[in-house]
């Protein structure tokens, strides 16, 4: 009698856990905003000068939403300076508003989206509220158009990626010629070393046809103490201009102490017969990012940059940067 009883009892908790286990597996659609402040105060020394300001260079504000297990929607409003010149000093453009489709080794992205030239690279860095990767920094090309994107992980050692987009970026969602293909290749041979070539061109049929190519090599080392990375960026007709052609590198790396990190980085940009003159040359940053409390960091750092030109004036500038996150 004991034992029915302890039987009765042990199958009647095996039958509750079950059932506790597969209304756990039952998907429920979730999602939740997203909140990121850019900003910071700089001193610029340049010619004898000084300058001073407070700025807030960046907000994104946006929404992320899981539909299923495989189907998962964002919108992100991009609040910034629109640099055309007008009198808004901040604008607000819709950056992503994208589909995307994951499951397995396959991600699909659709929509307005983040491309994919250089956000290895970004993500490695690490720095974006205070500097962008090289690409964007320099303007080889947008972090986010108007597309279709795929990622596909063949294993833990190598994934492909394939994009194609609009080609204009996400400031000017219109129609015209351009079109834009870019094939990427990732590499992680051995733990913590990533590797990572790009591919991309963009077309232009108004008229006389033109094109324009780009090439990139990334190579980076995350060790739990310290990180590395370098890359080289080449690029031909820029902006669908023949013999436009500029190429550059960057190097940085982090030193990590607990919640604080030191890093330094240098980038080289030069243009072939001078096109780019008065923007080439060398820039060095240095600089120590704290955490004082989980979605704050503060980052003092120290910039000088060195024109290529004979005519050009080096400048220093003392920033300290910020990110609020939440």
């Known amino acids: 009698m004991k034992f029915k009883k302890l039987f009765i009892v042990t199958a009647l908790i095996l039958f509750g856990l079950n059932s506790f286990s597969q209304e756990k597996s039952i998907f429920v659609p979730s999602g ?163 590797l990572r070539g790009y591919f991309e061109t963009s077309t232009k049929e108004e008229g006389a046809f033109k094109r324009q190519n780009t090439l990139s090599v990334f190579a980076g080392y995350n060790h739990e103490a310290f990180s590395v990375g370098a890359e080289i960026n080449n690029q031909t007709n820029h902006k669908m201009k023949d013999s436009r052609d500029w190429e550059g590198y960057s190097l940085f790396g982090t030193y990590k102490i607990k919640s604080s990190k030191l890093f330094a980085r240098f980038d080289k940009l030069t243009s072939d017969g001078g096109f780019n003159a008065s923007d080439d040359g060398s820039l060095f940053v240095v600089g120590a990012e704290f955490n004082p409390v989980k979605g704050v960091k503060i980052t003092p750092n120290y910039r000088h940059y060195s024109p290529e030109a004979s005519y050009g004036i080096n400048s220093d500038y003392a920033y300290i940067n910020c990110e609020i996150k939440f």
């Open 32 to 194: 939740s905003p997203t909140f990121k402040i850019f900003s910071n105060y700089h001193s610029t020394f340049s010619d004898g000068k000084v300058f001073n300001a407070f700025e807030i260079t960046r907000a994104y504000l946006g929404y992320e939403h899981n539909f299923s297990e495989n189907w998962s929607g964002s919108v992100i409003f991009d609040v910034g300076d629109p640099e055309d010149g007008g009198k808004h000093e901040m604008s607000a453009y819709v950056k992503i508003a994208s589909l995307s489709y994951e499951k397995e080794a396959l991600t699909v992205d659709f929509g307005l989206i983040s491309t994919t030239a250089f956000k290895t690279q970004e993500k490695f860095w690490g720095y974006r509220y205070l500097l962008k990767s090289f690409q964007d920094e320099y303007s080889f090309g947008s972090s986010a158009d108007l597309g279709i994107s795929a990622t596909y992980e063949f294993n833990k050692m190598f994934s492909a990626d394939l994009i194609v987009v609009n080609g204009e970026g996400y400031k000017k969602i219109e129609r015209d010629s351009i079109f834009s293909v870019g094939v990427g290749v990732t590499l992680k041979p051995v733990s913590g070393l990533i």
